[in-house]
């Protein structure tokens, strides 16, 4: 199958600062890439849709100014948690869409933990 | 709300007998997917099954869909210990710009050695 690469796949930062996720395919052109949020023994939770070389879509009720989502190619999707507060921790998960088929492969997801 | 429903939540099996997971939704689908998850990793795409289609499989794997009752069944056979994860049913309302996966809240399935 497809493979979906995610950096960093954990992270520790201090409440008020930044941190940017990058999610690439690394086999296939993807022109719609979408990011997922997951808590501990919880489903995912869709966050927004990335459409290359326009605006993302975002789900209701997530703020689109916290979480900037930028998908500069066919291959590159990031997404930045600006201004992270501990509620902001969590397993964050990308995944990118086979345009031709619809399945969708997922990145090994990334730890965010806000001390 | 969420559009897929697993049942059960969690099963627990010996190796060597059969999983069988379902999946309950409310709308209609383009397709539906099954998701593996191991704890604390990303998801593997196991298998997407259309709206048109009753019956897919893959290995030890059978995916059923009754769109007539809005339902899918992930069948496991000869279970493994590495069978042990967490697998979610995800649905798709429809193709084109509007695309995206809603997920179910997950089986836990424990195979014991």
């Known amino acids: 199958g497809a493979v979906v690469s995610q950096h960093p796949s954990w992270v520790i930062c201090k409440s008020g600062t930044s941190v940017k996720i990058e999610c690439r395919s690394l086999?296939?052109?993807?022109?719609?890439m979408f990011w997922y949020r997951q808590f501990p023994k919880q489903s995912l939770m869709l966050m927004a849709t990335s459409n290359e070389g326009s605006k993302a879509t975002y789900e209701q009720g997530v703020e689109k100014d916290k979480f900037l989502i930028n998908h500069a190619s066919l291959t590159l999707s990031t997404l930045t948690v600006t201004s992270a507060h501990p509620e902001d921790s969590s397993f964050y998960i990308c995944?990118?869409?086979?345009?031709?088929?619809?399945?969708?492969?997922f990145g090994p997801g990334t730890r965010l933990t806000v001390t | 709300s969420q559009q897929g429903e697993e049942d059960p939540q969690a099963l627990s099996i010996q190796e060597g007998e059969n999983a069988t997971m379902n999946c309950s939704y409310k709308?209609?689908?383009?397709?539906l997917q099954w998701y593996r998850q191991n704890s604390g990793r990303g998801l593997v795409h196991l298998i997407l099954i259309r709206s048109n289609e009753r019956e897919k499989h893959s290995g030890r794997l059978r995916v059923t869909l009754d769109t007539s009752k809005k339902s899918s069944s992930l069948l496991i056979t000869a279970s493994r210990a590495a069978d042990t994860a967490s697998y979610f049913c995800?649905?798709?309302?429809?193709?084109?710009?509007?695309?995206?996966?809603?997920f179910g809240k997950g089986t836990l399935l424990t195979v014991n050695p």
């Open positions: 995944s990118a869409r086979v345009t031709q088929t619809y399945e969708q492969y």
């Open positions: 709308t209609s689908i383009n397709n």
């Open positions: 086999d296939f052109q993807a022109t719609t």
């Open positions: 995800a649905t798709a309302r429809s193709g084109g710009s509007n695309y995206k996966l809603t």
